[in-house]
Structures are given as structure tokens and as C-alpha cells.
């Protein structure tokens, strides 16, 4: 309602809706019931008229063989009047590649004229925002970010020319928040909202109607606005790079990259980075594990961008990598196409809400999707 309101043209109705979600299973425990991702739940409790529509057919939308499901989606998909799309970005470009490979079009609108909306979240869209230019040219191609989890309905995104997001503050949900500076204390100090401030870095707890008592979700958010209350997520609490004091956090290296995919013209498909710890002799470092969709002509050039940002975004970063005392210029490899695809399947997570880990504070991800890299 809030994008039919900013946009009373649209014919969004007019064509169907192109959901990109996970799958679910039947509990082992009980034959009635299922498990899996928020959106296989949703899709599978839509009333019937929900189902006119939305596209592909709930067989092929609810299926947990990721590599199999977008084959069918694609090709089920093709014939179809889409005017939406709703999905995490980086599986909804892989979708969208596949249905460009199958049809020989050139982009997105040659198959679908009616598309008008990208309705995605999960993850930062602003190292995927010039694959999508791609994708989707039209100058009428619209996005919309929406901050939904399983644990709640959070934000999103009211105001089509800002990228923060609307805190929903009457969908059942209690909102607390921790600052990030206290998030290791014992006891540390805990906000109401009225208590909160803008620009700081807030771990979000939450109290909800369906019994979450004080829990914390794992996302870190900042205000931009307290009048009326509107966020901007910043990352997770788990994952960060803080070995050697520097706190980077994963909006530090969204920006980062993003500003240097903008001045080298490269295009990322997907990163992780995490810390190369001090060795005898030897300063620490940032190692940077990056799949390009096109390359950068200058990888020094792309790594000094990316480095001077960081800098200029983090203070603390930009104390430890004074001199080189601390922390050395970050080191970048490049992957072979395909290597975070096959650490994902490794682990059993393709598709649905999966994703790569943006940072690490120690190797463990990183020293893993090295070893797939090697392989032929």
C-alpha cells in the first residue's frame, strides 16, 4: 500500500509476482507440520486469492533442491505477465542470469515489459545495485527494501528517494537496543526508543506478541531518524573484524566496496573478508576474498580505493593502519566464478534466505572457500 501510494500509476496488478523464497520440510516429529524458511511458511498460508497473483506454482516455489528449483522457475516463469519481484538479491540475480541464458534476451524488460518493482532485503543492495542497472534498465524500474525476518516485521522502506527504513512500531513488537560499545559488558546499558540516538551503532533486542521475551536478533542498526523512527542496517553482531582494535563493521565495508566498484567500473557477485593475523616480524592485514562478475583493470587500484574508504569511514581503522604500524594494506584474491556457490552447497545452504558471511574476525569461512578456490 505504501509504494501503490507513492506510485498511483502503477499497474502492479496487472501482472504477477515473482516470489524468490526458501523451502520447508515435514517435521520429523509430526506429519502435519513443517519447518524451513519464513517465506516457504508464508507462501504456503497465503489465502487463495494470493495465489492469482503470484508466480510459479507452489510446487516448484516450495522445493528444497535449490539447483533444480531455479531451472523450473526459470523456464515456468518465462511465459508469465510479471510486474514484481520479490527476493534476496544475490539469488534473484542468479535466477535472473538463468532466464537471460534460456531466453537470449538482453535484458529483463525483453522478457517481462511490465516489470516494475524489485522488492528486496536481507542484505545491503548497494554492491549489487549496478548488476541490477543491468538487469534492469528501464528508467522506470523501481526498488523498495523491506526489513523482514523470521522473528518479526521490522522496517521499510516508505520513501522511494531515502534508503533508510520505517520502524514499524504497531505490528506486536517491543523494541530495546543495545550500544555496540557495551556489547561485550556483563551488564550492559539498555535503550527504550526514546532513548535512543542517531548515527550510533545499536544492537536490536525485541519483545513480541508470539512469545520472544527480550531477545536479540543479531542485527546492529543505526537511527537516522528519531522523528519519526527510521533505521538503517549495519550489520551483525557476529560479524565484524575487531583483531586488532579496528571495529569494521559490515556498513564500513558496503561503502567501501561500493565506492570502488563506482570509480574502477568492476562488478562484484560476492565477498567475504576476515583478519590475517601477526606473525613474527610481520604487521597484521585484512584479506579481502572477492568474485568478480567483471574485474576492476586495476586490482592495486581497486584495493587502494576500497582501503582509503574504509579510512575515511572508520576512525579506528584508519589509527591502525597509520603508518602500517597495526595493520598493513589489505590483500585481495581474486575467486574463480562459482566458488561461493560451492561453499554454500558444502554446507547445505543454497537458496532461500542463505548468505555469505560479509566479515569474519577469525578464518575459518575464509580459509574454507580458499581450499574450494584451489580445487578445478
Request: charged share 25%; aromatic share 12%.
Amino acid at each position: 500500500m505504501i509504494y501503490l501510494s507513492n506510485n498511483p500509476e502503477s499497474n502492479l496488478f496487472k501482472g504477477k509476482s515473482l516470489v524468490i523464497g526458501g523451502s520447508h520440510q515435514i517435521s520429523n516429529f509430526n506429519s502435519a507440520s513443517y519447518f524451513g524458511d519464513l517465506s516457504a511458511v508464508l507462501l504456503q498460508n497465503m489465502p487463495f486469492w494470493g495465489h492469482i497473483f503470484r508466480t510459479p506454482e507452489l510446487s516448484i516455489a516450495l522445493m528444497d533442491k535449490w539447483e533444480e528449483k531455479i531451472e523450473k522457475m526459470a523456464n515456468a516463469t518465462i511465459k508469465d505477465n510479471v510486474s514484481n519481484i520479490a527476493g534476496v538479491p544475490s539469488w534473484t540475480m542468479v535466477l535472473m542470469n538463468r532466464i537471460l541464458e534460456i531466453t537470449g534476451a538482453d535484458n529483463i524488460h525483453e522478457v517481462w515489459p511490465k516489470l516494475e518493482l524489485f522488492m528486496h532485503g536481507g542484505v545491503s543492495f548497494d554492491p549489487y545495485r549496478k548488476q541490477f542497472n543491468r538487469l534492469f534498465p528501464a528508467a522506470s524500474m523501481k526498488y523498495l527494501e523491506t526489513y523482514n525476518a523470521s522473528e518479526g516485521f521490522f522496517g521499510l522502506q516508505d520513501d522511494p528517494g531515502s534508503n533508510d527504513m520505517l520502524l514499524m512500531l504497531d505490528y506486536g513488537i517491543y523494541y530495546e537496543f543495545i550500544p555496540m560499545n557495551q556489547w561485550d559488558s556483563d551488564d550492559p546499558e539498555v535503550l527504550s526508543l526514546e532513548e535512543v540516538n542517531t548515527n550510533e551503532n545499536y544492537a536490536m533486542v525485541i519483545s513480541t506478541s508470539a512469545g520472544l521475551w527480550r531477545y536479540k536478533i543479531g542485527d546492529t542498526v543505526k537511527f537516522t531518524s528519531t522523528y519519526p523512527f527510521k533505521i538503517q542496517i549495519t550489520g551483525r553482531t557476529r560479524h565484524f573484524i575487531n583483531a586488532f582494535g579496528e571495529e569494521v563493521i559490515i556498513e564500513n565495508a558496503d561503502k567501501a566496496l561500493q565506492k570502488a566498484c563506482q570509480i574502477t567500473g568492476a562488478e562484484v557477485v560476492e565477498y567475504t573478508a576476515a583478519p590475517v593475523f601477526m606473525n613474527e616480524g610481520t604487521s597484521g592485514r585484512h584479506q579481502w576474498l572477492i568474485e568478480f562478475d567483471s574485474e576492476p583493470k586495476s586490482l592495486e587500484y581497486f584495493i587502494e580505493i576500497l582501503d582509503n574508504t574504509l579510512k575515511a569511514n572508520n576512525s579506528d581503522y584508519e589509527a591502525k593502519r597509520y603508518k602500517d604500524m597495526a595493520l598493513i594494506k589489505p590483500d585481495l584474491v581474486v575467486l574463480k566464478k562459482g566458488t561461493f556457490y560451492k561453499w554454500l552447497k558444502s554446507k547445505n545452504k543454497l537458496g532461500g534466505q542463505h548468505k555469505v558471511p560479509r566479515l569474519s574476525n577469525n578464518r575459518v569461512i575464509a580459509e574454507e572457500i580458499l581450499e574450494l578456490n584451489q580445487e578445478g
